[in-house]
């Protein structure tokens, strides 16, 4: 075998590893990539050794996607179970001998230090998927209970390390793999209408609900904290308001045309928190302003639908129902970073993909375009 692969040129090999990969999705991705380096080395240019960090961690990332496109979704799928057991284990570890910092605990110490509810949302939908491709036919309402157990534990060790973040994107990826296996309307209207119900009973009642010491169920202080803020920042302008203000001002200071590369007074006068991470949105606008945020939307949007495309000529309905997860951790992602970063949202810690610092993120990134190149690999090899 190694002999027949010495005969063949090295650029024929490579060309067949490239064979059937995605151009558009591949072209969206670079896009936003450019832009992230872009804006990084502008928000980061006094924060060490960010933008060179932030190259690499795109390199690990586009590394590890063309790795695990190599990958048939038939090969994913056997995967789907070790990977749930060893995350879902990983997360009860970490109630039990994980490392606290900033109040969470949410890493723990194998070597290396690892945050375990990162792999959760890659594998979580991947169990779902796997679940579903099973009974495949001969779908039960127990089935979606199963599955909605399934989603509910690693959502629950997650709630409470605590990182609403991450759960928020699990819950999301999850919830889209029983939508598209074929939950039932009567079953998603009831809950959604009781959300909207109380997201309207909290704003209307917003200063009875938010009176200081008045304790909220369920809700850890300062996800509380979090919402009455969103309703009114400027109750603590200068403390937990402080975030959500700064970000809007950002925002709007950029205009229409933006105040133009390396020209944020805002990100550069140090009044942006978390300017490389989690508020980089805010950077991005003040420097390019509304063309700009319009542009980077539109970069989003298409890379979402040409994902939802592969996911609708998914040969299988493992490959559907994973490619659809995969799209709505993308979403989930951009829109809710770009919401808090607005003021419509709560302040969770969600980056935005491609642009924000952060090496774990962009390696789930990498993985979930990885899956999305298999998926849609697999299916123009089959129609060729």
């Known amino acids: 075998m190694a002999a027949v692969l010495e005969k063949i040129p090295f650029s024929r090999r490579a ?11 591949a072209f ?8 992230g380096l872009v804006t990084m080395y502008s928000s980061g240019f006094d924060h060490g050794t960010r933008f060179i960090d932030h190259g690499r961690n795109m390199l690990i990332a586009g590394t590890l996607m063309l790795v695990v496109a190599q990958v048939p979704p038939q090969r994913l799928m056997s995967f789907a179970v070790p990977l749930y057991m060893v995350g879902v284990a990983l997360l009860v570890a970490v109630m039990i001998f994980g490392i606290t910092k900033k109040g969470a605990r949410r890493w723990i110490d194998l070597g290396i230090v690892i945050q375990p509810s990162e792999l959760l949302k890659i594998a979580t939908p991947m169990m779902l998927a796997w679940w579903f491709q099973k009974r495949e036919g001969q779908l039960r ?9 399934l989603l509910a534990l690693p959502v629950g060790l997650i709630v409470k390390q605590p990182d609403l973040g991450t759960a928020i994107l699990v819950l999301a990826a999850g919830l889209s793999v029983i939508f598209f296996a074929g939950l039932s309307w009567k079953l998603i209207l009831p809950p959604v209408l009781l959300g909207l119900t109380a997201a309207v009973l909290l704003i209307v009642f917003e200063s009875q609900v938010c009176a200081e010491g008045v304790r909220w169920p369920v809700l850890h202080d300062y996800q509380q904290q979090r919402i009455c803020t969103l309703l009114d920042p400027s109750k603590d302008p200068l403390g937990k308001g402080f975030h959500i203000i700064q970000g809007m001002i950002a925002i709007g200071s950029g205009g229409v045309f933006g105040k133009g590369f390396m020209q944020g007074t805002q990100t550069h006068l140090e009044f942006i928190p978390e300017r490389t991470t989690d508020f980089i949105f805010a950077a991005f606008s003040e420097e390019f302003g509304l063309l700009g945020n319009l542009l980077l939307i539109a970069a989003f949007a298409f890379l979402i639908l040409r994902a939802l495309a592969i996911a609708l000529e ?16 993308f979403f989930t992602y951009a829109f809710v970073n770009m919401g808090m970063v607005s003021g419509i949202l709560p302040v969770v810690g969600v980056p935005l993909p491609f642009i924000s610092y952060g090496g774990t993120a962009m390696v789930t990134l990498g993985m979930g375009l990885g899956i999305l190149m298999s998926i849609a690999k697999a299916r123009r090899l089959v129609q060729s």
């Open 28 to 35: 969206a991705v670079l896009l936003l990539a450019c832009a």
């Open 141 to 149: 309402p127990l089935d979606f209970i199963v599955g909605g157990l």
């Open 314 to 329: 998914a040969s299988t309905v493992f490959s559907r129902l994973l490619a659809g997860a995969v799209t709505m951790i």
């Open 15 to 25: 060309l067949a590893t490239l064979q059937g990969f995605d151009g558009p999705l």
